[in-house]
């Protein structure tokens, strides 16, 4: 399992789903540590550091999520997820080529080779004003690498919902059921063929109000991509 399959996987499976919520707003910011990936952008120019940052690499990788009802949008500076537990379907967004691919998790197969679980500690502390509990996630996919992350979860808030999930996120979906309320903050440590990092994914803000129904839909403007051009297809939902 690559990194942005890692970062992606995370990203889904850490808004399992719950029962309906009132209106959510959450923003996010996710650091990514490499050392060779930090050598590395130290040879590009300017211009080639500024699009990589585009995609996660040498800086934050800020996020809002909007929550309401059955639906969830998931905001970055190069996508858009929209996904709906009633209709089980996720669309992938590219805000750069404003084309979109639809993705039907009805049926989403296992969890393919990726093992992982979750044990709850007796540790708190408060984040946001919240009281949250750690949990430790571990996570291994044979040769592609293993992961462990320590999730700081706040139990008076519950987890925003999202489809069924399958392949890599299917397994990392059974362990984060076993997690009471909402990850606040995970800090993960990945061994894979490309070194080690450390993803840390911090929730900076929290708000309830309500969503306009809008935020839900496709934009005007955005059209399908073509068959078989896979923009934003999310493969690791094990999706048709």
């Not at 959510?24 to 080639?48: R, W």
Request: aromatic residues 4%; glycine residues 10%.
């Amino acid at each position: 399992m690559n990194l942005r399959t890692a970062l992606s996987t995370m990203a889904v499976a850490t808004v399992i789903a719950s029962p309906a919520l009132a209106d959510m707003k959450i923003v996010q910011v996710t650091t990514i540590k490499n050392p060779a990936q930090e050598q590395m952008l130290k040879k590009l120019s300017p211009e080639q550091r500024a699009e990589a940052a585009k995609h996660g690499m040498g800086a934050p990788i800020h996020s809002t999520t909007y929550v309401s009802g059955s639906h969830t949008r998931v905001d970055t500076t190069e996508m858009t997820t929209l996904s709906d537990t009633s209709t089980k379907t996720i669309y992938m967004l590219n805000n750069e080529t404003h084309q979109y691919s639809k993705t039907n998790l009805s049926s989403p197969g296992g969890p393919g080779s990726l093992n992982a679980g979750v044990q709850k500690t007796a540790k708190t502390k408060m984040i946001l004003g919240h009281l949250t509990t750690l949990y430790h996630l571990t996570m291994s996919a044979g040769q592609a690498g293993t992961m462990a992350a320590d999730v700081w979860a706040a139990g008076d808030i519950p987890q925003p919902p999202t489809p069924p999930l399958g392949g890599p996120a299917a397994a990392i979906a059974a362990a984060m059921r076993k997690i009471k309320g909402l990850p606040l903050l995970v800090v993960m440590h990945a061994n894979s063929p490309y070194g080690e990092f450390t993803i840390t994914s911090t929730i900076k803000s929290i708000s309830n109000g309500p969503i306009a129904a809008s935020t839900f839909k496709i934009p005007a403007g955005y059209k399908p991509a073509p068959a078989g051009a896979g923009v934003g297809r999310p493969r690791m939902f094990g999706g048709q």
